[in-house]
């Protein structure tokens, strides 16, 4: 047990390795710092120490040049170091546009991961070595984090919202994955793993899920269960706007502004459908609050990002089919789900 | 410089009611009913001292379970409910009920009219009141703490304290809301003392560095304390009848309790740590026997950090899904507010150049204050970088930090001005060796307890873990060894200074050569501080002159 003592996390990441550049910059600056100010206390405290009890000392009152410059001249070393920690913090806002997907949901104590081919997993995450994967996270109830060291990948994930981040993984193996934000009694319990793997392993572990069709066709399926068709019909009688090729667009609400049909708006719909209605209908839509839990939420967006024109389903597909069987995707290919996700992102994200 | 210069202090033409020979505060009158009716600033100091170093030393009692608890990974000693509720117990208690009050009730209440020359504080019986809400307030949230105890860190993030915690939450907040009035009315009554009871003479640009430390501290106090109160009301009413506001079930927006909680609790790091600057101006010139280098600079510094400790709140939420911009603002903001701080540590250094360097026990924990924030502040640096608090944002690192600020700079100040003023406070002097041990003890403790956390958060050990992989044991197993020394050291003062009020020998008005009004005058000092009003004539650091010029 006492066998090793690491003192330096894992670099598994390509912002890790920026990350740690900048702080050994911080290390080399403020290392001298500490030096030269202890260097002076204590050469001051030998050198002047007290050596006889009536020691006179010089009325030295201060120094203004002196003064001026050791406030001006950290100014310019903090500069620098604002400027390259914001670079990195801004780079790890806006993901690559070739990032693959993963959705998270995190809850009190667990970490539900979802592959846009339908994949899930519990408190694992395995993605493929040297792809960017972008992360679109969300709570079912408290402010959680996700939290991976070896990448220096760390954002809260907040309920009712969703939040992005991405990593490119350098190097495969185990990493821990850590909820940073106290979250309650089995908070140090919310831990998992991430698994970077290399392409060819990745490929077969996600032929080997159990998924029942892409998240686009559970989120089809959801759009049957919850009878969003019976409005959102794409016919010409239709009482709900058209849904096919909406995501990404700007759309003019009744009160006159306008919006981007973006995660956070589709959500918001599915869940307060009266907080911005689309100019042009009726405020008719009721709430889906407390009938679609936050994975579930994903799937239907997943479904509406993926709606291109003429795939809504026609209105008298009622017969539902039971969910975990088989299915053919509107114009998709059954197997997509075996190759590495290509979903691709549309539009800007919500939050940065 | 004539000789009337060099003593600041003229009698005046005004002599106060004569006093028996020997009376002084605290011998004045004996009884509980003295001590708890008196109106007396330096009684009410002492009052506060006991109640502080009482709640301190639970406080201290939380940490040894954790410390200990974290020895092994596995979390072997108490159950993960009983540690969420330690660490919480340990924070609020330390924050709220010693780190925030501890300088300016016990320090501040007795030095502030003795240094600028007044028979007491603006609002006596104000002062009285405070001491009595700030115990209500502790002994209710003390009550909550011990009777199931709260679970949701010192923090009390929304929507898991508005919803999800089922411990005494309600009883937590109001025992820390109803003490955030103690606060605002100890503030009140500094700065309606500085602005209208300073001895003539004793201008503005005069006053010793402490008392414009406790003015810019007062400040704080008073404009932050009120917005806690309201983060506070409305977690409650949220709790209490669901009323939306933080939890977005019902519409609320959870990071927007953050905005209000580090709206206060930012500035309030400064409360702790600006008072104990000012001692460590008081100290460093007296032991250096120097005026102070800069002294406009460091009292401007004191200022700035008062204002700019307001406009970097939300830096503590780097990673709670903030607008780049935003981040950015903040990010340079927090650089801004650093320039103050080095510009202290740079002066005191300066100080000690060509001085007469006496390395009693003030001074000891002085230096060791400026080495331990130095480090706390340099750190600081590391976290305002958006891209490294990215990664160390919620670990051990920033644990690490804020404990060098708040331990290493605010407790060591702390420590330093108690062993300063005792021999004025008591009129005795405690045991030397016993007391440079306590610092040496102190200082190495707090190095082997929380250098190690830097490297543990660096590694990406999150912070409230009652748990942890089994690869952090050695450098968990270091720093709890660290924090068995710090105990020892912490304990040791206890003894020594208790001793020392009944074998500790007699101090004299003045055992440190130092410049102060607050030494010009017998210790213990009598009721009305002063026998005749002071004048003053001269800034507060007039060391370098003859030794047979200084009035003992």
Same mark, same amino acid.
């Given at each position: ?158 309920? &009712? ?170 114009? &998709? ?20 | ?5 060099? +003593? ?73 409910? +009983? ?94 809301? $109803? ?61 209490? %009848? ?37 001692? $460590? ?18 009292? %401007? ?97 920033? $644990? ?98 208790? %001793? ?53």
């Amino acid at each position: 047990m006492f066998a090793e003592i690491p003192l330096f996390p894992e670099q598994a990441s390509t912002t890790a390795q920026r990350v740690d550049a900048l702080f050994f910059f911080l290390c080399t600056v403020c290392g001298s710092m500490a030096i030269l100010i202890a260097g002076l206390v204590l050469f001051f405290a030998f050198k002047y120490r007290r050596r006889a009890e009536d020691e006179r000392t010089p009325r030295i009152m201060g120094n203004n040049r002196l003064e001026w410059f050791w406030t001006i001249a950290p100014l310019f070393v903090f500069l620098i170091m604002f400027l390259w920690g914001a670079d990195i913090y801004t780079s790890v806002a806006l993901p690559p546009p070739d990032a693959a997907d993963v959705f998270v949901v995190g809850k009190q104590w667990m970490w539900k991961i979802q592959h846009p081919g339908g994949q899930r997993e519990i408190n694992e995450l395995h993605i493929p070595v040297d792809r960017p994967v972008k992360l679109t996270l969300t709570s079912e109830d408290v402010i959680h984090d996700f939290f991976v060291p070896a990448f220096r990948t760390k954002i809260d994930v907040i309920p &009712g919202r969703y939040v992005q981040t991405w990593f490119q993984p350098t190097k495969t193996g185990r990493y821990h994955l850590f909820c940073s934000q106290y979250c309650g009694t089995s908070h140090a319990n919310m831990v998992g793993t991430v698994f970077v793997m290399e392409r060819d392993e990745y490929r077969q572990w996600l032929g080997g899920q159990a998924a029942t069709g892409s998240l686009a066709d559970q989120g089809r399926q959801l759009f049957l269960k919850f009878q969003c068709i019976t409005c959102h019909s794409a016919n010409a009688e239709a009482r709900a706007p058209i849904l096919e090729g909406l995501f990404g667009r700007t759309v003019s609400l009744r009160n006159g502004r306008t919006v981007v049909a973006d995660d956070a708006y589709l959500r918001e719909s599915i869940l307060y459908p009266e907080a911005k209605v689309v100019q042009g209908w009726e405020p008719i839509m009721p709430t889906f609050k407390g009938q679609a839990n936050e994975e579930e939420l994903i799937r239907l967006l997943a479904f509406i990002k993926s709606l291109k024109p003429g795939q809504t389903p026609v209105r008298n597909e009622e017969a539902l089919p039971p969910l975990d069987a088989p299915k053919m995707p509107p114009g &998709g290919n059954p197997k997509q789900h075996e190759a590495v996700p290509t979903y691709q992102p549309q539009g800007k994200s919500n939050e940065p | 410089m004539s000789s009337a210069i060099t +003593t600041g202090f003229v009698p005046q033409a005004k002599p106060r009611p004569p006093r028996a020979p020997g009376e002084n505060y605290l011998n004045v009158a004996i009884g509980v009913k003295s001590w708890l009716f008196t109106t007396d600033h330096k009684r009410i100091a002492i009052l506060y001292l006991v109640t502080v170093t009482i709640l301190f030393f639970l406080g201290g009692a939380a940490a040894t379970v954790i410390r200990l608890n974290l020895m092994t990974p596995t979390g072997d000693l108490v159950p993960a409910d +009983t540690y969420n509720k330690l660490f919480s117990a340990h924070g609020i208690i330390m924050v709220w009920f010693f780190l925030v009050p501890v300088i300016p009730t016990v320090l501040g209440n007795f030095l502030v009219p003795m240094m600028i020359g007044a028979r007491d504080l603006a609002f006596p019986k104000i002062n009285l009141l405070s001491w009595y809400i700030f115990t209500i307030g502790a002994v209710i949230t003390l009550w909550a703490l011990i009777a199931g105890g709260v679970d949701t860190g010192w923090t009390f993030y929304t929507p898991f304290s508005s919803k999800y915690a089922r411990t005494n939450v309600m009883p937590t907040m109001i025992g820390i809301f $109803i003490s955030g009035f103690s606060s605002i009315l100890t503030g009140l009554n500094f700065i309606a003392t500085m602005h209208t009871m300073r001895a003539p003479g004793l201008t503005w640009w005069r006053m010793p560095l402490f008392l414009w430390a406790h003015y810019a501290a007062s400040v704080i106090l008073v404009l932050a304390t009120p917005v806690l109160a309201m983060a506070l009301i409305l977690v409650g009413v949220e709790r209490a %009848w669901g009323i939306g506001i933080f939890d977005p079930e019902l519409g609320g927006d959870p990071v927007l309790f953050q905005h209000l909680f580090w709206f206060y609790s930012h500035p309030v790091v400064y409360i702790m740590v600006l008072p104990s600057m000012g001692i $460590i101006s008081e100290v460093v010139t007296c032991f250096s026997r120097k005026p102070i280098f800069g002294y406009v600079f460091i009292m %401007w510094s004191s200022v700035g950090i008062a204002v700019l400790g307001f406009l970097v709140w939300a830096h503590h939420m780097f990673v709670a899904g903030q607008s780049v911009y935003s981040a950015m603002i903040f990010s340079a903001l927090s650089y801004l507010v650093a320039v103050p701080s080095a510009i202290k540590v740079f002066n005191w250094t300066a100080t000690l150049y060509k001085g007469s360097i006496s390395f009693e026990t003030p001074l000891l924990f002085a230096l060791g204050f400026i080495a331990l924030f130095t480090m706390g502040g340099l750190t600081g640096l590391f976290l305002a970088a958006l891209g490294v608090d990215m990664h160390v944002h919620d670990t051990y690192f920033i $644990i690490a930090h804020f404990h060098f600020i708040m331990v290493g700079g605010s407790v060591m100040g702390y420590m330093g001005g108690l062993h300063y003023w005792w021999p004025k406070m008591t009129g005795r002097m405690y045991s030397d060796f016993l007391s440079k041990l306590a610092a040496l003890i102190i200082f190495v403790g707090f190095i082997l307890t929380f250098l190690p956390q830097f490297v543990l958060g660096y590694l990406g050990m999150p912070r409230r873990y009652h748990v942890y992989p089994p690869e952090f044991q050695v450098l968990n197993v270091m720093s709890s060894a660290g924090a068995s020394i710090l105990a020892v050291g912490y304990v040791l003062p206890l003894f020594y200074l208790f %001793w020392s009020l009944y074998a500790g020998k007699p101090a004299g008005p003045n055992p440190w050569g130092a410049t102060g009004l607050e030494w010009q005058t017998p210790s213990p000092p009598p009721t009305h501080n002063f026998d005749e009003s002071p004048i003053v004539t001269t800034g507060p650091y007039e060391y370098s002159v003859e030794e047979s010029e200084i009035v003992h």
